[in-house]
């Protein structure tokens, strides 16, 4: 199965999955073909998702020539994905293409810039918007964010998903690129959610930005630099 325990996180080791990181990470990399390989990831990170961690049940059907026993998956119906605005949006909508029936909820949220990390490595965190559907303990809940640098932004996503709310039956933090350090911090507040990405790089810089990274997701994917 491609997705590998790497003692805080899970790794997605699909050989696309991989490919499609690669891609995304070359600066050559223009607009259009970003945004297309965010959306192809997500869908990608969505199936491996259903193989690693959904059940299934035998089901008994008809076909045109004789009743037979089939499979399928359970729980896809009950399944809840939080966009984390804006760079998730394409990775999301990739989702979206292996849970087509998924809840979605929609959250922007955004580090201080100009503020910088303090001593702790954290930013402090805008939410400007919330827009979450009801969430029941039979859930399967998504927070998707391409980038999982200081964890400070997930965190403050994590604070607002889950106030109020029931606890899932499981929970994903989904991104294709993480820091150690965010996955650290997600992971103590947070140690019943399981973190999964395509790759953990190798550390963050003096900015909070993840090394080597991809950029700015959101910037490459909207063409807003």
């Avoid at 199965?1 to 690669?22: F, V």
């Avoid at 999301?92 to 580090?111: C, H, M, N």
């Avoid at 001593?119 to 979450?132: A, M, N």
């Avoid at 998707?144 to 899932?168: I, Q, Y």
């Amino acid at each position: 199965m491609p997705i590998e325990d790497r003692d805080n996180a899970y790794l997605i080791t699909h050989a696309l999955a991989k490919d499609t990181l690669s891609r995304l990470r070359d600066v050559e990399t223009e607009q259009v073909a970003f945004r297309k390989g965010l959306v192809k990831l997500g869908r990608i990170c969505g199936y491996e998702i259903i193989d690693g961690a959904m059940e299934t049940e035998y089901v008994t059907l008809q076909t045109p020539l004789e009743e037979t026993t089939g499979e399928r998956v359970k729980g896809l119906e009950d399944v809840v994905i939080i966009n984390v605005l804006r760079a998730a949006t394409p990775f999301v909508e990739g989702l979206l293409k292996a849970f087509p029936r998924a809840k979605q909820g929609v959250i922007s949220a955004g580090r201080d810039e100009e503020a910088g990390m303090n001593e702790e490595g954290e930013f402090p965190i805008t939410i400007d918007y919330v827009k979450l559907p009801e969430i029941s303990e039979k859930d399967t809940v998504i927070v998707a964010d391409p980038m999982l640098a200081t964890g400070s932004t997930m965190c403050a996503v994590l604070d607002h998903v889950l106030d109020n709310a029931a606890e899932p039956t499981d929970l994903f933090v989904l991104s294709a690129v993480s820091a150690p350090d965010g996955l650290l911090r997600v992971g103590e507040e947070y140690p019943h959610a399981d973190l999964l990405t395509v790759a953990i790089d190798d550390y963050l810089d003096d900015d909070g930005y993840i090394v080597p990274g991809l950029g700015d997701a959101g910037d490459r994917a909207f063409r807003t630099t």
